[in-house]
Nanobody
Framework: VQLQASGGGLVQTGGSLRLSCAASVDRFSRLKMAWFRQFPGKERTFVAGIRGNGGNTYYGDSVKGRATISRDNAQSTVYLQINRLQPEDTAAYFC????????????????????WGQGTQVTVSS
């Protein structure tokens, strides 16, 4: 599984960004997908996750109400839209895939994700 994240950039406070993560994999719909972010010198933290059918989504407290995660299984792509961006959202954003088909919940733990994209930097200017 290869994941390619894109869509980061420099945005002003209050703006929006849409991140994309394209997967090179068969049966993308069987993967649980998530976005994490990482601040310099810190561990990666959960931002949002979505189950294979797209019907169940989960958000970290830091973005709840401002973010929407979605997926297009036909395009093997997952998206993260974040609105009302704040300087504290500045981080490297990583998409990740959980390929454990026996795990019947959407994990927020980095250890449960087998595959990672390369990260895309989001910088919010004040």
């Amino acid at each position: 599984v290869q994941l390619q994240a894109s869509g980061g950039g420099l945005v002003q406070t209050g703006g929006s960004l849409r991140l994309s993560c394209a997967a090179s994999v068969d049966r993308f719909s069987r993967l649980k997908m998530a976005w994490f972010r990482q601040f310099p010198g810190k561990e990666r933290t959960f931002v949002a996750g979505i189950r294979g059918n797209g019907g169940n989504t989960y958000y970290g407290d830091s973005v709840k109400g401002r973010a929407t995660i979605s997926r297009d299984n036909a395009q093997s792509t997952v998206y993260l839209q974040i609105n009302r961006l704040q300087p504290e959202d500045t981080a490297a954003y990583f998409c990740a895939a959980d390929a454990n088909f026996y795990r019947d919940f959407l994990s927020r733990d980095v250890k449960h994700y087998d595959y990672w994209g390369q990260g895309t930097q989001v910088t919010v200017s004040s």
